[in-house]
């Protein structure tokens, strides 16, 4: 429905150092994400402000340099590296003749990007509506865009923006009609297997900590594993079986992120369900990222976030061929595993884990056996 910059083209990132002491961590998270979503970085402009310029975001000083990078470089995009309110992305769009996003707009275009089943596509697509409606009642809209172009001076006339008002409202309650089938069938899905006592364990993690190349090393699948964030979007479950406790439902989700858009986690609900709903977390680290205890927090947050923050954990200490460390188990004062160091791409310490979910299932089942239904969910 939306437009999207063309994928390759040079963009000109802006970040501004509020005096926050992630702000290096942030930045460069940026450039990733800019990378990942197929866009060259021609340049990237920085500052430094108290607070932000309430029509500008940045000072007008700093929005020509801006300018001028992006006519040097012959950029198409310039892309910030925070939220902007509707009113500055337009008045930026309009100093700087060329298309403006910001952080959400390019997290939400990746997801856009990467999304491969319906239920995943809908989510997205419902989560850009959302975006994009906040920017349609200022008369300059991305519809406007698509019609006029970048630059088209006074916007849509009301009774324009009216109809484009009211198509947003009736996709958005179209999509969501949809979203709220797909979520019942997959609740359905989720009893029977509740039912057969089946185990069900998500991964999660922050991304690009290793979660699809894990996946496809305990079950073999095919999923796609790739240097770039957010490589997986929907969540995939397949069948992994444990010789002792018979077969586990292994569920890969979407990774997290610091700032991930609240109204992406909103959209997500129904996949992330599934990693709340789970029996245990298998939670992947990249031990030999710099931030590493940063993105463990981070996920944590998330997790807390969609009501998952009392399901039991296995911290999975990833990447350990970068790091040198041994593959090795650790156990918590009761004799629980609580972590394993392993890597999944070169297979160390897999097994380590394999025996952790065992004996995490064996622990479990006779839980499982008497385990009965909930009476009031109030389903079928
Ligand atoms: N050296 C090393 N690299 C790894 C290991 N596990 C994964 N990787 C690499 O890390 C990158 C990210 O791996 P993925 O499996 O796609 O990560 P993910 O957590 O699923 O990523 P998202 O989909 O973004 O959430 C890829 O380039 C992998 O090859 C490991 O044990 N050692």
Not at 71 to 100: D, K, T, Y
Not at 206 to 223: H, I, P, V
Not at 235 to 246: A, H, I, N
Request: glycine fraction near 8%; hydrophobic fraction near 40%.
């Amino acid at each position: 429905m939306f437009e999207r910059p063309e994928a390759g083209g040079t963009v000109v990132l802006v970040s501004l150092d509020f005096g926050s002491p992630d702000y290096q961590d942030s930045l460069n998270e940026l450039v990733l994400l800019t990378r990942s979503a197929g866009f060259k970085v021609a340049a990237v402009v920085e500052g430094r402000r108290s607070k932000p310029d309430a029509a500008l975001f940045a000072g007008s000083g700093k929005v020509e340099e801006v300018a001028a990078a992006v006519q040097e470089h012959g950029a198409g995009l310039v892309i910030f590296n925070h939220e902007l309110s509707p009113i500055q992305e337009r008045n930026l769009e309009r100093a700087l003749q060329c298309r403006v996003l910001d952080r959400t707009a390019l997290i939400l275009d990746i997801f856009a990007q990467r999304a491969r089943s319906g239920e995943g596509k809908l989510q997205v697509e419902l989560a850009q509506l959302k975006h994009y409606a906040t920017r349609l009642v200022r008369g300059w809209t991305h519809l406007e865009r698509q019609r006029g172009g970048i630059g088209v001076r006074g916007g849509p006339g009301e009774k324009q923006i009216e109809l484009d008002r009211r198509m947003l409202a009736n996709r958005i309650r179209t999509i969501e009609a949809k979203l709220k089938k797909l979520e019942q069938s997959r609740a359905i899905q989720r009893r029977a297997r509740n039912r057969g006592g089946v185990l069900s364990v998500s991964l999660v993690g922050y991304t690009n900590a290793g979660k699809s190349t894990l996946f496809n090393r305990l079950t073999r699948a095919g999923t796609y594993a790739a240097d770039q964030l957010f490589a997986t979007l929907d969540t995939t479950s397949r069948k992994l079986w444990l010789p002792e406790v018979g077969s586990v439902v292994l569920s890969d989700t979407v990774g997290f992120i610091t700032q991930l858009p609240h109204g992406l986690v909103a959209a997500f609900h129904a996949t992330l369900e599934e990693t709340a709903k789970a029996d245990l977390l298998l939670h992947v680290i990249d031990s030999a990222s710099p931030n590493r205890d940063r993105q463990i927090e981070e996920v944590n947050k998330v997790l807390a976030e969609i009501g998952a923050q009392d399901v039991p954990q296995i911290l999975v200490y990833n990447k350990c061929d970068l790091t040198g460390a041994a593959p090795d188990l650790v156990r918590d004062e009761y004799g629980k595993i609580a972590a394993v160091r392993l890597s999944a791409r070169t297979g160390e310490g897999v097994d380590l884990l394999k025996q952790a979910l065992e004996a995490f299932a064996r622990a479990k089942q006779p839980k499982t056996e008497i385990q009965t239904e909930p009476v009031t969910d109030g389903m079928e």
